[in-house]
């Protein structure tokens, strides 16, 4: 089993933790009762409540011992923005679940990475025990290697407070990943007539139209587009330009154009700069589901089939379309926000190339000697 060292980890309001051991950092004493309390982690109890991440995710966590509670709820106030804790708590939540199913009484402070090797496996394999994935459906590479790389993000933060002697995720072989990405694109004349449908939609859905426009113009993740507030739309040097924390905690300053600030005019009129910029009917925010019915809101009245149509496809769209424009990778790797000019060049999906694809020739042959 991995050492553990002792560390003083409490709730609030139980006694007092005792001194750390020579050398530890401050104990981890997060300052909430429940990790729906963190922002950005409210839970969702009723379809329309509010809440922004499923309620059974904040009680599995809730559920922990104290002293595992408090390091797992630490280590999601120790992130930046809140669609990266929403992310990282999908993630442990899915991990304890699993391991209550497999390793039931094993601490979190216990895995080892003899436990997290039979994690990957199961979930690459599709043999995860029922209810944790779809029966005999393997998850994609991406999403193996992002659970392991949050568990490892967890264990390293337990580490650096001196709860374990060592990082029991660090050796465990992610899974490679494709170099070419998996999220669907539409063509660009798709992207254009959609944008066409927002402008369309704009007197009756004046949210939902600014919305599409800007995520399929500007490209934003759903994240970053529905936590936007009025004040974060300004002018700039007589440029109307977004201003919005990235994932990771970087600051983004990306220009709107005129076609799209248009749209986004009705929604700053008068109202407080903090106040959420895109909103429904009732007063509450967008969040990524309702930012899927305004695309097809849009896609429908440009007549475009709206079936598989999501933010994170009209991004994809957004960002192939610009590296077969011939742009340069490192201007689309800064507006898509990417850390890494590998994770851009997986939206290079070479669609001009297939058009004159060897098979298409073999199949003219085909059809020209049968």
Request: hydrophobic share 40%; net charge positive; proline share 8%.
């Amino acid at each position: 089993m991995t050492e553990i060292i002792p560390t003083a980890i409490h709730r609030p309001g139980d006694a007092a933790p005792g001194a750390p051991g020579t050398g530890a950092l401050p104990p981890v004493t997060p300052l909430v009762r429940s990790v729906g309390d963190i922002a950005g982690l409210s839970p969702r109890r009723a379809k329309g409540d509010g809440g922004e991440v499923p309620g059974a995710d904040v009680d599995t966590v809730d559920a922990l011992p104290d002293h595992e509670w408090a390091l797992v709820a630490g280590w999601l106030e120790s992130k930046l923005g809140a669609t990266t804790r929403r992310g990282y708590l999908a993630d442990i939540a899915a991990f304890i679940r699993w391991r209550d199913a497999v390793a039931p009484g094993v601490s979190l402070l216990q895995i080892t990475d003899s436990h997290l090797n039979h994690y990957r496996d199961q979930l690459a394999t599709g043999r995860a025990p029922a209810g944790l994935a779809r029966p005999g459906r393997p998850l994609a590479a991406a999403t193996v290697a992002r659970r392991l790389s949050s568990l490892s993000s967890l264990y390293a933060y337990a580490v650096r407070h001196r709860s374990l002697a060592a990082n029991p995720a660090e050796p465990v072989v992610r899974p490679k990943l494709s170099s070419e990405g998996t999220t669907p694109a539409r063509t660009i004349e798709e992207q254009a007539a959609l944008v066409n449908g927002a402008e369309a939609i704009a007197e009756r859905y004046p949210a939902d139209a600014a919305a599409v426009a800007l995520l399929a113009v500007c490209a934003l993740r759903v994240g970053e587009l529905t936590a936007l507030t009025v004040g974060q739309i300004h002018e700039d040097a007589g440029h109307c330009v977004v201003t919005f924390r990235r994932k990771g905690g970087d600051t983004a300053r990306i220009p709107v154009p005129p076609r799209v600030c248009r749209l986004l005019a009705p929604l700053l009129d008068g109202r407080p700069t903090d106040a959420p910029l895109f909103t429904r009917e009732d007063g509450r925010p967008f969040d990524r589901w309702r930012m899927t019915t305004a695309l097809r809101r849009a896609a429908t009245a440009a007549g475009i089939n709206p079936k598989g149509l999501t933010p994170h496809t009209a991004r994809a769209t957004a960002a192939t379309a610009l590296i077969e424009a011939k742009v340069p990778l490192a201007d689309v790797q800064k507006l898509l926000g990417h850390a890494s000019p590998v994770t851009t060049q997986r939206y290079n999906r070479g669609t001009k190339e297939l058009d004159g694809h060897a098979a298409y020739q073999m199949a003219l042959l085909l059809a020209r000697n049968g």
